[in-house]
């Protein structure tokens, strides 16, 4: 495009844009990066020096998306986009407000939530059937516990009986059943 035919046009440089919306270059470059990816193609009109130029419609969709990226619940991208299909349709963007703009996002928002909603539940779903069956494999291993614990018990039993009956019985042996005689009678008879 020749500049003499851009200048039969009314456009802007960005820093009046920027102005203009009360945001700074950055910003301005920001969104007309998503807004030419958005679109697949450059979006706005170059100069010979290849500044971007602003027409009055780039004006209108930019302060639409300034004004959508007010509304907590509207992102930067989703601001983009929603403006981009309003202008297409030539949709009078004075008498659609942020609220219900998003009321209308939320609906294909709230697909992408229940998925991934979904996809937490079935993990979670996963992570509790493998937790159950560990619980049961630790139950069947206290229960198995137990069972050698009571076997362990009951043969601790029968020894203690064991070693109570052995101390419990008299001495076989020869030297300690001789009775004892005292050291007079040993001594003198």
Same mark, same amino acid.
């Given at each position: 495009?020749?500049?003499?035919?851009?200048?039969?046009?009314?456009?802007?440089?960005?820093?009046?844009?920027?102005?203009?919306l009360?945001?700074?270059?950055p910003?301005?470059?920001k969104?007309?990066?998503?807004?030419?990816?958005?679109?697949?193609?450059?979006?706005?009109?170059?100069?010979?020096t290849?500044?971007?130029?602003?027409?009055?419609e780039?004006?209108?969709?930019?302060?639409?998306?300034?004004?959508?990226?007010?509304?907590?619940?509207?992102?930067?991208?989703?601001?983009?986009?929603?403006?981009?299909?309003?202008?297409?349709?030539?949709t009078?963007?004075?008498?659609?407000?942020?609220i219900?703009?998003?009321?209308?996002?939320?609906?294909?928002?709230?697909?992408?939530?229940?998925?991934? $909603?979904?996809d937490v539940?079935? %993990?979670? /779903?996963? =992570?509790?059937?493998? !937790?159950? +069956?560990?619980?049961?494999?630790?139950?069947?291993?206290?229960q198995? $516990?137990?069972?050698?614990?009571? %076997?362990? /018990?009951? =043969?601790?039993?029968? !020894?203690? +009986?064991?070693?109570?009956?052995?101390?419990?019985?008299?001495?076989?042996?020869?030297?300690?059943?001789?009775?004892?005689?005292?050291?007079?009678?040993?001594?003198?008879?």
């Amino acid at each position: 495009m020749n500049i003499k035919e851009v200048e039969a046009l009314e456009v802007y440089t960005p820093k009046q844009v920027s102005e203009m919306l009360d945001i700074t270059s950055p910003t301005l470059r920001k969104y007309c990066s998503l807004i030419s990816t958005e679109h697949g193609s450059e979006y706005f009109r170059r100069s010979d020096t290849n500044a971007r130029l602003y027409t009055p419609e780039d004006l209108k969709l930019l302060k639409r998306i300034k004004t959508l990226k007010k509304s907590p619940s509207v992102t930067l991208e989703n601001a983009v986009s929603i403006a981009l299909k309003e202008f297409r349709k030539e949709t009078d963007v004075a008498t659609i407000t942020p609220i219900e703009t998003s009321a209308r996002y939320a609906l294909s928002t709230n697909t992408q939530v229940l998925q991934t $909603l979904l996809d937490v539940v079935q %993990k979670q /779903s996963d =992570d509790i059937a493998a !937790l159950v +069956a560990t619980n049961q494999q630790l139950h069947e291993d206290v229960q198995s $516990l137990v069972s050698v614990n009571e %076997k362990l /018990s009951a =043969d601790m039993q029968g !020894l203690l +009986a064991s070693l109570r009956g052995a101390l419990n019985e008299p001495a076989t042996d020869q030297a300690e059943t001789k009775p004892k005689t005292s050291l007079f009678k040993r001594f003198f008879g």
